[in-house]
Nanobody, 118 residues
């Protein structure tokens, strides 16, 4: 399974950040797969944002829950992230990640840099 993130590299506050993860080599409805978004701000560690499961169930980080929406497009086999009311603190490299806890597999996209600046 391969992942490719895409979206605007620059977002102005307090707009909404929107990213798409294109999935190839597998279906986003495959059993036991969780499609996650993770970010890494400059000079900081990884921060988990949330996931959408094969069933369509979503779960978000409590610290970002009020601003986050993860959705999917079954026709295009995409997973999308929307983060509203962004501030410069949302500047980060954003990664799309698949996880399969049934056998411990995981895979990462290459990541996409998003800068929040006016």
């Amino acid at each position: 399974v391969q992942l490719q993130e895409s979206g605007p590299g620059l977002v102005k506050p307090p707009q909404t950040l929107s990213l798409t993860c294109t999935v190839s080599g597998g279906s986003i409805t495959t059993n036991s797969y969780y499609w996650s978004w993770i970010r890494q701000p400059p000079g900081k560690g990884l921060e988990w944002i949330g996931y959408i499961a094969d069933s369509g169930t979503t779960y978000y980080s409590p610290s970002l829950k009020s601003r986050t929406s993860i959705s999917r497009n079954l026709i295009n086999n995409h997973v999308s992230l929307q983060l509203s009311s962004v501030t410069p603190e949302d500047t980060a490299v954003y990664y799309c990640v698949w996880l399969n806890p049934a056998w411990g597999g995981a895979g990462w996209g290459q990541g996409t840099q998003v800068t929040v600046s006016s």
